[in-house]
């Protein structure tokens, strides 16, 4: 360990801190936003059902839906289960990096340090793993979303009658037929 490698490895922690500390707050924000989010569809839902009863009508379906997915938390925690885990997984890498820099902060403040090749090493590869996490982090949510925007497209994919189809056809080759006589832009 030597002062520049501190100075070093004191400003990546304190950047892979902030990046996690931020990531944590907005995981817990929406692991919790996800039951108060329930719960107050649960109580619109109540309110609406309620009215109807008084009318003396029946209360939508949706409403009578929303009022079950509010009273069984474990519907809304399947939800906001994979917010909570990588909730977790950045507590789980801040822990460790918080503990490595009061470390390294320690080192540095003594008079005189001793060189300490253990703690070197500890704080290489503590900062190297959450930095690692963190790059995949954001990949692994990347693909995530993509795959989550695939599927709201396959599900909103009405496949076209045979007499579409014959149709869309003969558009396209009507368009293929005009639009050849065009000069390209490109």
């Known amino acids: 360990m030597s002062d ?24 817990l924000r929406r692991f919790v ?20 009863i008084q009318r003396e009508e029946d209360p939508e379906p949706d409403d009578l839906e929303a009022i079950t997915v509010a009273v069984r ?6 939800k906001a289960i994979p917010a909570l ?3 977790i997984i950045w507590l789980g890498i801040c822990g460790p990096l918080v503990w490595i820099l009061i470390k390294v902060l320690f080192w540095s403040a003594t008079h005189e340090p001793q060189t300490d090749p253990q703690l070197a090493k500890a704080s290489f590869y503590v900062t190297a793993g959450a930095v690692a996490v963190l790059v995949i982090e954001g990949m692994v949510r990347v693909v995530a979303e993509a795959l989550r925007n695939m599927k709201r497209a ?4 009405t496949p076209p009658t045979r007499e579409q189809r014959s149709k869309l056809f003969e558009a396209l080759a009507r368009h293929a037929g005009t639009s050849s006589n065009e000069p390209d832009s490109h």
């Open 4 to 27: 520049d490698y501190a100075a070093l490895i004191t400003t990546i922690i304190l950047a892979a801190l902030l990046i996690g500390s931020v990531q944590l707050a907005s995981l």
């Open 33 to 52: 936003g996800a039951f108060v989010e329930s719960a107050q569809r649960g109580v619109n839902a109540q309110n609406s059902a309620i009215d109807a």
């Open 73 to 78: 938390p474990g519907r809304v925690l399947r």
């Open 85 to 87: 885990a990588a909730a």
């Open 154 to 157: 396959l599900n909103s994919y």
